[in-house]
């Protein structure tokens, strides 16, 4: 049996009336709430009417019952057209597959009502803020980046705009900088090390076999000797910074020296011409001479080790110390 519905539309008079003070003080239903219950209501009525429709497809089902529906309908969209409330629907909801006659929601290609476009994530009524798709869903800004943007391998934040992709990995530009000073990379780049961005500076600084001689980073050519890398200038004497003929130098304690200077640092160089002792050598006074040069600091006589006399740290043979001192 289809029942009788009845609907009562009220609107409040633009005239001051004392006897409506108990019903002023009750809440009002706010637009978007009546605009929502009106989605309702027609979409029910429409489902009522498609109920009504298959029992009248059944033998011996009343077959007016549609058509007093339809009436009912028609009536009340004319009753709300005149009060400047649109029934026509705008739409299926997206959501809950139900006709849309109050405010509608459109996006991505469809309609919805607007209680029902909320973020997928979060659930959250979305409104007039923005929204992103991923494979015909909707979500909110902050869920949509929290869920799928890449992330900040220093803060392991959302990366929302531009993004640096180094080291298999990606950055927010403001923190991809230099491992040691902190300094942002230049055109010249940057070097990685163990999974590290350095500037060139600090990985040469900290890195880069050091020069044998001055302690600083090796860049470009070098010379390896003495278990050690130089750079090209720094390979010289370490006495009298004196680079070396034809690579030829000598060693002691670790370190090059000039064939006169190595010789001085191991006490062999003559006493008497300054030069290297390679040969047989005489030792005198705390001193090494060539036996040539070991000679009477006066009458310049070769002298023989046992046989001279020392005066003021100098030698002197026998007769010219006699003359001279006695």
């Not at 929601?105 to 979060?122: L, N, S």
């Not at 005198?284 to 005066?311: D, I, R, W, Y």
Request: glycine share 8%.
């Amino acid at each position: 049996m289809l029942e009788r519905i009845t609907f009562v539309f009220s609107s409040s008079s633009t005239g001051h009336n004392d006897l409506d003070t108990s019903s002023q003080q009750q809440t009002r239903m706010s637009a978007s709430c009546a605009t929502r219950e009106l989605d309702e209501l027609m979409a029910s009525l429409s489902d009522f009417k498609i109920m009504a429709q298959g029992k009248a497809g059944v033998p011996g089902g009343p077959p007016t019952q549609v058509n007093k529906l339809d009436n009912m309908l028609g009536s009340l969209q004319s009753d709300l057209n005149k009060l400047g409330v649109q029934t026509v629907a705008k739409g299926v909801c997206g959501a809950c597959c139900k006709p849309i006659v109050g405010q509608v929601v459109t996006a991505m290609g469809r309609t919805w009502h607007p209680e029902h476009f909320v973020c997928t994530h979060c659930q959250e009524e979305i409104g007039s803020r923005n929204f992103f798709e991923r494979e015909g869903q909707p979500y909110c800004e902050k869920d949509y980046h929290n869920l799928f943007s890449p992330r900040c391998y220093y803060c392991n934040g959302p990366i929302l705009d531009k993004v640096v992709t180094a080291l298999d990995r990606t950055w927010h530009p403001e923190h991809f900088f230099c491992a040691q000073c902190g300094s942002f990379f230049g055109p010249e780049g940057f070097h990685e090390k163990d999974g590290k961005a350095y500037c060139r500076k600090d990985y040469f600084d900290m890195f880069a076999p050091k020069c044998g001689g001055c302690a600083r980073a090796i860049l470009e050519n070098y010379i390896s000797a003495l278990n050690c890398l130089w750079h090209p200038e720094c390979f010289v004497c370490r006495e009298c910074f004196t680079p070396f003929v034809n690579g030829s130098f000598f060693e002691h304690d670790g370190q090059p020296f000039c064939e006169v200077h190595y010789h001085e640092r191991r006490g062999s160089l003559c006493s008497g011409c300054q030069k290297p002792i390679t040969g047989r050598c005489i030792t005198a006074m705390s001193k090494k001479f060539h036996p040539e040069h070991f000679v009477c600091a006066f009458c310049l006589k070769q002298l023989n080790k046992g046989t001279f006399k020392e005066q003021n740290d100098k030698p002197y043979c026998q007769g010219c110390f006699i003359k001279l001192f006695s």
